[in-house]
């Protein structure tokens, strides 16, 4: 357990969840002093409660007890290196979290993986809030959790979980835990494909047979997961989702239906084209996943029937903005590796392509079997020349900069071809070279598009 109560806390990172930290420890700390290493970021604190010293310095680092990390501070920053050469114990906003709330009742769904998870727990929650029950969201999607108030009763936290959180965490227990899949993203963070595995595979360590583990086992790491967690002599329940084998004690899809079969009678939910509009194979996973999550959290079928039909999507994932008789706008900002953009480009056909941005370290030829529906790509961003150099010998590419002239030239070039098309804008990279993040980045482009309408 971690011991909070008057003491000096240090935070590092003064972003959202920085700042929700400052809120959460001045009830409890005796002094709080913060860092971090923008100078933009440390003007914009106008909270009284905090002292903004710099934490690299040895003597001012000494004067906390308790080192707060925000996501995002990677690893191997100086000042969490020198904070572990001298003892001071190290803390994120899951652990501080679980041991606030963990008690009174609460349960705790938390969902991880690489593509899907925000739609999972969205999904989840919605099922959740339908069916009555006290569900709160948040974590890596609306309110840190430092932020989400339990009213003083008892409550589902669905909490969608990154990697970056995961890194860190020991104390948290999750009643359901969900993995959605697995493959290689943010390495330059965690410095190795397998780092950034391990700091996922950290949201089941410390579950029991008590506990459930959702885990898609159609991803090759995940079914390496879920082996290793199997053979674990203390371990969870797990249910294994697939929808390319039918298996025992599950949701499964057969023939375009959903059956629950977790009791081992096979009781069907209805038809997915009836339960939902959701675009693509992976919205159906992740369609099952949360039928799973849900079921075990109370929800019937006739519930799941009547509500799961209610849910619209996320906004900036897989997102309809405007369709006409010729042409379509799809906003996919959400998309920001090429594992998300090529499920998208799976969707759809006549597709006008715009994508581009901070690249991550993944190879371009993983898309190489999904481009055939692409009739011309608008690049922009700081990978845009590396875009066009690679696809270029597969269909027309031009480099645009930036998202209005990548619209205007889309828009153009939809006018040569035949019958109705698709304007996607997947970016497959990351946003941070032009907006501040792929909310941003995915607002412009709906901006462009609705001068289009008009």
Request: proline share 2%; aromatic share 10%.
């Amino acid at each position: 357990m971690y011991n909070y109560k008057n003491k000096n806390i240090g935070i590092l990172g003064l972003g959202v969840t920085g700042r929700s930290a400052i809120n959460f420890f001045s009830n409890y700390s005796k002094k709080i002093i913060g860092w971090d290493d923008l100078k933009t970021t440390r003007s914009d604190i106008e909270e009284d409660n905090i002292e903004i010293l710099d934490l690299n310095i040895l003597k001012n680092l000494k004067l906390i007890d308790l080192l707060f990390i925000s996501p995002g501070i990677k690893p191997n920053h100086k000042i969490i290196k020198l904070a572990k050469i001298n003892n001071i114990t190290i803390v994120g906003d899951l652990d501080i979290f679980w041991q606030t709330e963990k008690n009174n009742k609460n349960r705790f769904i938390f969902i991880t993986g690489s593509n899907g998870k925000s739609t999972v727990t969205s999904l989840i929650h919605h099922l959740l809030l339908s069916a009555k029950k006290n569900s709160i969201i948040g974590g890596n999607i609306g309110l840190p959790v430092l932020s989400l108030n339990s009213a003083n009763k008892p409550n589902i936290y669905v909490i969608e979980a990154s990697s970056f959180q995961l890194d860190s965490i020991k104390k948290i227990k999750p009643d359901i835990s969900v993995m959605t899949n697995i493959s290689p993203d943010h390495i330059d963070w965690h410095g190795n494909y397998k780092n950034y595995i391990n700091a996922k595979e950290n949201l089941f360590l410390n579950q029991d047979e008590s506990d459930i583990a959702i885990i898609n086992i159609d991803s090759e790491e995940c079914f390496k997961l879920y082996k290793r967690i199997n053979s674990r002599l203390i371990k969870p329940k797990i249910i294994k989702i697939s929808l390319k084998k039918k298996l025992r004690n599950t949701i499964y899809v057969d023939k375009g239906k959903v059956y629950d079969n977790i009791n081992n009678e096979n009781v069907l939910i209805g038809r997915i084209r009836d339960l939902s509009s959701l675009l693509g194979k992976h919205n159906i996973e992740n369609i099952v996943i949360a039928i799973a999550a849900a079921i075990h959290e109370g929800v019937t079928h006739r519930q799941i029937k009547k509500f799961l039909p209610t849910f619209k999507g996320l906004s900036h994932r897989l997102e309809l903005i405007y369709k006409d008789s010729n042409l379509e706008f799809i906003n996919d900002s959400k998309s920001t590796n090429l594992v998300s953009c090529k499920v998208a480009l799976n969707c759809f056909k006549n597709i006008i392509w715009i994508a581009g941005g901070i690249r991550k370290k993944d190879e371009l030829s993983y898309l190489d079997d999904s481009i055939s529906s692409i009739k011309a790509a608008f690049f922009i961003g700081e990978s845009a020349g590396e875009f066009e150099s690679y696809f270029r010998k597969f269909f027309y590419c031009k480099n645009t900069i930036n998202i209005k002239y990548a619209l205007i030239e889309a828009i153009k070039y939809s006018k040569k071809l035949k019958g109705h098309s698709t304007i996607l804008f997947s970016p497959a990279c990351a946003s941070y070279d032009q907006f501040k993040n792929y909310e941003e980045r995915g607002k412009i482009f709906v901006e462009q598009v609705n001068k289009y309408k008009n």
